[in-house]
């Protein structure tokens, strides 16, 4: 059975940190990794990432696969308290239409 | 930009009582989906659409659950005699390729 598995669960930080939020992943056969924001309810789409390896930057916020250790992270620079929001990660496996969702990491920036 | 829209946004029922739930797909998009999420659980997957029939579905998607694209617009789920279990939001998403989803907002279903 495909699974995605993300952590920390949760995290608290202080504006103006940055943070590394991890997903791990075991698929049969692999297409990409998607990261999505949810704030109060619709997951909002951040990036995609296929087994290309290549970084995929918007603003403050990055991400990059690791086809090795079938893992991704996503960093988040000069944190925000706007950035508070679960972050869900997601796999689409090959000649598969649907994702399989991690439990996603909910962060919390502070003041 | 375009959206995902959903209707309604929470939604009471009685169990047994059977619910529609609607969706406005973005207008090019071809490949639609119905995803839940229960309370602090992961999101689910549930079916995809495509071509006017089911592409993929889910083990959760089972006789009580059907969806329908009755005009060109709207994208249904359909819940016939629904469950306690059945509480969760229902997301819908669209998407012009099999794989560039845009989520909409949700509908909340509680089921009492």
């Known amino acids: 059975e495909d699974k995605v598995v993300q952590s920390p669960l949760s995290l608290v930080v202080h504006e103006g940190d940055t943070v590394t939020l991890n997903c791990s992943y075991e698929v049969t056969n692999f297409r990409s990794l998607l990261w999505y924001k949810q704030e109060k309810k619709a997951p909002t789409f951040l990036f995609m990432l296929t087994s290309s390896g290549i970084e995929k930057k918007s603003g403050r916020l990055s991400s990059i696969l690791d086809k090795k250790e079938l893992s991704s992270i996503l960093n988040i620079t000069a944190t925000q308290t706007g950035d508070s929001a679960i972050y869900l990660c997601a796999v689409l496996p090959q000649g598969a239409q649907k994702l399989v969702f991690g439990q996603g990491t909910r962060l919390t920036i502070n003041p | 930009e375009p959206e995902v829209t959903q209707t309604p946004s929470h939604q009471v029922t009685q169990m047994g009582q059977e619910v529609i739930l609607r969706c406005v797909p973005i207008?090019?998009?071809?490949?639609f989906y119905w995803y839940r999420q229960i309370l602090g659980q992961k999101v689910e997957f549930l079916v995809s659409?495509?071509?006017?029939?089911?592409?993929?579905k889910s083990e959760i998607f089972d006789d009580q659950f059907s969806v329908e694209r009755p005009d060109g617009s709207n994208f249904t789920l359909k819940i016939r005699s629904t469950k306690l279990e059945d509480s969760a939001m229902y997301f819908c998403?669209?998407?012009?390729?099999?794989?560039?989803?845009?989520f909409g907002s949700g509908t909340r279903l509680t089921v009492v």
């Open positions: 998403a669209s998407s012009d390729t099999p794989y560039g989803y845009t």
């Open positions: 659409f495509y071509n006017n029939e089911i592409s993929e």
């Open positions: 207008s090019n998009h071809l490949y």
